[in-house]
């Protein structure tokens, strides 16, 4: 069974400071995915991750993706408040079968 | 383009209820997908639409659980005999194939008293 781990679950930052989300998972994966989600919003795409070594970069967001390692972080750079919300990753079931396992979120506010 | 559409937003029932709930994807996606969300958790797959087939049912919980995609774009979720358990939100997405980006709905909050 695919297991997706997030950590930490729950993140509080002041504004200017950098942080790291760390996702890890369990069995080998072509695809990593990242959303936002806003409270009491649906998910937002921020980034898919197609290859080994893939990084992506939107404004102060960076993700990027070890395969293997199964790990994939997102970094914040500088966070501003508005970056408040919960961060989900996501990875194909992969062997042929569909949709996306989760995981549990990290929770991420940003004081002013 | 318009985004996933997905009605009612809020849907109150009673246990042992049949409740209904429909999504709209993107036009032209092909692939449509159903989750459930609960409080606190990351969404959980439900099934897998390609067409009008269901492509991957693996994720509904029971038999209470059924959707179909009748002509390959809209999509019912239906549940039979609710339970209090059941409560969550059910989201739906879409992508232009399997494996692409999937794009969210607003989803449906259900809530069974």
């Known amino acids: 069974e695919l297991k997706v781990e997030q950590n930490p679950l729950f993140l509080s930052m002041q504004e200017g400071k950098n942080y790291t989300i760390y996702c890890n998972y369990s069995?080998?994966?072509?695809?990593l995915y990242w959303y936002r989600q806003d409270p009491g919003k649906s998910l937002e795409s921020l980034f898919v991750?197609?290859?080994?070594?893939a990084v992506k970069q939107e404004g102060r967001l960076m993700a990027s993706l070890d395969t293997k390692a199964r790990l994939s972080t997102l970094h914040i750079t500088a966070a501003v408040h508005d970056l408040s919300a919960t961060y989900f990753c996501?990875?194909?079931?992969?062997?042929?079968?569909?949709?996306?396992?989760f995981g549990k979120g990290t929770h991420l506010i940003i004081q002013p | 383009g318009a985004g996933v559409s997905q009605t009612p937003s809020n849907k109150v029932t009673e246990k042992g209820k049949y409740v209904e709930l429909r999504c709209d994807p993107i036009?032209?996606?092909?692939?449509l997908y159903w989750y459930r969300q609960s409080l606190g958790q990351g969404p959980e797959f439900l099934i897998y639409?390609?067409?009008?087939?269901?492509?991957?049912d693996s994720g509904l919980p029971n038999d209470r659980f059924f959707a179909v995609r009748p002509e390959g774009s809209v999509s019912t979720l239906k549940i039979q005999r609710t339970e209090r358990g059941d409560s969550a939100v059910y989201l739906c997405?879409?992508?232009?194939?399997?494996?692409?980006?999937?794009?969210f709905g607003p989803g449906t909050r259900l809530t069974v008293l």
């Open positions: 036009s032209g996606h092909t692939a």
């Open positions: 997405a879409s992508s232009f194939g399997r494996s692409n980006t999937q794009y």
């Open positions: 991750l197609l290859s080994n070594g």
């Open positions: 996501a990875v194909d079931k992969g062997g042929g079968a569909d949709g996306l396992t």
């Open positions: 639409f390609q067409g009008t087939g269901a492509a991957d």
């Open positions: 069995t080998t994966s072509d695809r």
